[in-house]
């Protein structure tokens, strides 16, 4: 049936009768999901158990005429994946905000997902200056250009948001699925600068650990053999 991610411990999980269960609720019951003469008022509740962390994940959509617009997380409140917490708080906290609003406010979410940003080049990069603008200038030359561009097309997309155009009545809008690309960037730059570092390190420390348990055990077989 395929796989699905655990947002607590980030981890794949099968899907199986053992993982996943699903119910309809409607105005008149509570039922196992009709296949036909759906209900108008109906919604599927959505139940996943991660076998590797024990959590349970609950969502709720709405399968019936009436519904259709019904599309809620219940638990985690977001789609947001749990992120270590060597990642600076205040940019976790920015992230999963922007998640939980995507629906409800997409402009603000891209706000948010700028927020986030601004906060990453500053802790990652330790680049600060007067705005972020001149902050992602200056990342020119330490990443890959089409990153680069991207980074400051976000920039841009969350200005909509946070600033008001000089013509009141001009509306420049962002949608659900261009708001989420943005979350979607802040997870690939929450990967790529963050979680790499630390596997890396991890990585080299356990090598190095290795070696030196190797060479001790060299300098004692040697030793022992002279005696």
Not at 101 to 120: N, Y
Not at 187 to 193: A, G, I
Request: aromatic share 10%; net charge negative; with cysteine.
């Amino acid at each position: 049936m395929g796989g699905f991610q655990c947002p607590y411990c980030n981890r794949i999980m099968s899907i199986s009768n053992d993982t996943f269960r699903y119910y309809e609720s409607n105005f008149r019951n509570i039922s196992y999901p009709a296949k036909d003469n759906i209900e108008e008022s109906a919604i599927n509740i959505y139940f996943y158990k991660c076998p590797n962390c024990g959590e349970y994940i609950i969502n709720a959509k709405g399968i019936g005429s009436k519904v259709e617009d019904v599309d809620v997380p219940i638990r985690p409140l977001s789609a947001a994946k749990q992120y270590p917490e060597y990642i600076p708080k205040s940019i976790r906290q920015d992230y999963e905000e922007a998640c939980a609003i995507v629906k409800l406010s997409p402009k603000a979410s891209a706000t948010l997902s700028r927020r986030c940003l601004q906060g990453m080049i500053r802790d990652y990069w330790e680049i600060s200056e007067k705005n972020l603008y001149e902050e992602i200038n200056s990342l020119k030359g330490k990443i890959q250009p089409d990153l680069w561009e991207a980074i400051d097309s976000l920039r841009q997309l969350g200005n909509i948001g946070a600033h008001m155009e000089k013509d009141i009545n001009m509306i420049v809008d962002i949608d659900e699925d261009e708001a989420d690309n943005l979350i979607k960037l802040i997870e690939l730059l929450m990967k790529e600068w963050y979680i790499n570092r630390a596997e890396r390190t991890q990585l080299f420390a356990s090598i190095n650990k290795t070696n030196q348990n190797k060479q001790d055990e060299r300098k004692k077989t040697s030793t022992n053999s002279h005696n």
